[in-house]
């Protein structure tokens, strides 16, 4: 087994650790970028807290990015080249690969984990929830998490919801001119993108804390945002800044 199927079996069962409530049975899915043109990424019908070698399989980004590049494809389609892209493993991968191979283009992204903790699924479920992550509460989020984060307004999961991802990657590069850490989906989960499996974790980890104060001021009448003078002091502070470089 290589060193980084064992990672990301190890972060994987982190994650669907039950004390944490990220996933229960078969929610969740992660991958590891393997090689340039391959990454791993979990088989449907496999649970994040049983993970071993047989959870994963090894899939090209060429096929996966070429099925991306069609505007539709019907189910048929969609089963057959995950199958076509698969390299390694019996199972089909994940339905949510596309996406995975996405987030794993991004420059510095190695490990990739998404899951459905109670505490963001909450919030990504209020009416306002875009709003209440439209801005920062404390520093170790900003820290931890970057002042913004892709918002992607529910869409179905597969091949749609990838399309909609990208297109918001896409504005948060153009927009921010950085690659971000955090992926919200609406009403549906989060990703977290990560150079190694302990920043995926500790990613997930804050902002499942980020997402517990929010739910908290709620009960106050909502966030009082730190300002963009604040947000951005701790965001660009050298001390910040390496303290960040340590957590990665
Ligand atoms: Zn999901």
């Known amino acids: 087994m290589t060193p980084q199927l064992q990672q990301l079996i190890d972060m994987s069962r982190t994650l669907a650790d039950p004390r944490d409530d990220l996933v229960i049975l078969g929610e969740g899915n992660t991958s590891v970028r393997a090689d340039p043109d391959s990454f791993w990424v979990k088989a449907s019908g496999t649970e994040l807290a049983q993970a071993d070698q047989s959870t994963f399989v090894r899939v090209q980004f060429d096929g996966i990015l070429a099925a991306l590049n069609q505007k539709s494809l019907d189910d048929q389609a969609v089963k057959q080249a995950l199958r076509d892209a698969t390299v390694e493993g019996d199972r089909s991968p994940s339905i949510e690969t596309f996406l995975h191979a996405l987030c794993l283009q991004l420059d510095g992204i190695e490990f990739v984990g998404h899951t459905h903790p109670t505490a963001a699924l909450s919030l990504l ?100 945002f730190l300002t963009p003078e604040n947000v951005d002091r701790i965001d660009k502070r050298p001390d910040e800044l390496a303290r960040r470089a340590d957590l990665r």
């Open 125 to 224: 479920s209020v009416a306002q929830s875009r709003e209440l992550f439209s801005g920062s509460v404390f520093p170790d989020q900003i820290v931890l998490l970057g002042a913004s984060y892709v918002y992607v307004p529910y869409t179905d999961p597969g091949l749609p919801l990838a399309h909609a991802v990208q297109q918001r990657l896409k504005e948060f590069l153009d927009r921010h001119q950085r690659v971000p850490r955090v992926v919200l989906l609406e009403n549906h989960g989060v990703i977290a993108l990560g150079g190694s499996t302990q920043e995926v974790i500790n990613i997930t980890r804050m902002l499942v804390k980020t997402c517990r104060i929010l739910l908290g001021t709620l009960a106050g009448g909502g966030p009082r």
